[in-house]
């Protein structure tokens, strides 16, 4: 199953799989189980207090001796401390999202971690290779969460043009095919995140799992565009009442802030009509619960099988192909 590509090398990992930080969500749990499973787990700290990131750190190195990361969100307001106790606990590696994270690149580079940014454009990227970054995760509007414009088709080649280092695509990919397809685009690493959403160690609560499993293609929203803050969740009667208000131009933004505190972990507690359920939309590509583990075997099993046809090969594979949707509700 193991592979070599600049990022497994970068990383010290043996698939070229990074697990998508989700805030409130991705804990040492399903971190220590990704990376245990040889790809890069990583802790979401986006929103948690210090206390509990040391402590999820510490449970993680329980679970496995295998590098472990760390996302600090930088709308964050207590980001900068979450960034210099990261540089303390020596995590391996640190992502960051929604920001520049010029501010802390020499602490964490001083402390020995590999930094790897999540942009959204390739003026970042480029950015943020000139500052050190080690890599870069590009990240396509197709993403659960905080999001940027551009697609992940047109995103990804545009900042491999842009930058020498790694690039590691995020935005849409759930299976052996978004990871095929991520390469061919240019990239050396793929970032998951809605996929490990419904794994047996993501501990969130099955109400949630369930919706995730059942969507489909066309069940996320994007809320907040208007805030300059967009968020892509599921759809259901939290964010379409949150979009409708943010829709009607009287609406006041003072009470749609006031609206969404506290909404991500109702959800994630299983209040999956009043709660944002923050996911990408390749929530439409899965089907099932299963191990961690055994859900990286798929991906590069699948993702491996892809990338050794030609195109011609590729194309009668397609022709063959079964209806994925069909199939796993006839279990
Ligand atoms: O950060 C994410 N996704 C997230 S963070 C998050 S936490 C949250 N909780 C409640 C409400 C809202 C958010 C949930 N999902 N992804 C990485 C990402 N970064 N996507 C896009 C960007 C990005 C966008 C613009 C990074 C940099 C940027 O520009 C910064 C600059 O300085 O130009």
Known sequence: MGMNTRVTELLGIEVPIVQGAMARIANASLAGAVSEAGGLGIIACGGAPLAWIEEQVGMARSITSKPI???VMLMDPNAGAVAELLAELRVDVITTGAGSPANYMQLWKDAGIKVVPVVASSALAARMERLGADAVVAEGTEAGGHIGELATMALIPAVCDAVSIPVIAAGGIANGRGIAAAFALGAEGVQIGTRFLTVDECTIADAYKDKVIKAKDSDT????RGSGHPVRCLKNAFSRKARKLEDDLAANGDELEAMYVGSLVRAIDGDVDNGTMMAGQSAALVYER???????AELMAEAQAL?????????AANARRERARGASSAQ
Do not use: P
Request: net charge neutral; no cysteine.
């Open 69 to 71: 990361g760390a996302n």
């Open 221 to 224: 929203i994007v809320t907040g």
């Open 307 to 315: 990338g050794a046809l030609d195109l011609s090969a590729l194309a």
């Open 290 to 296: 299963k191990a961690a583990a055994q859900v990286v």
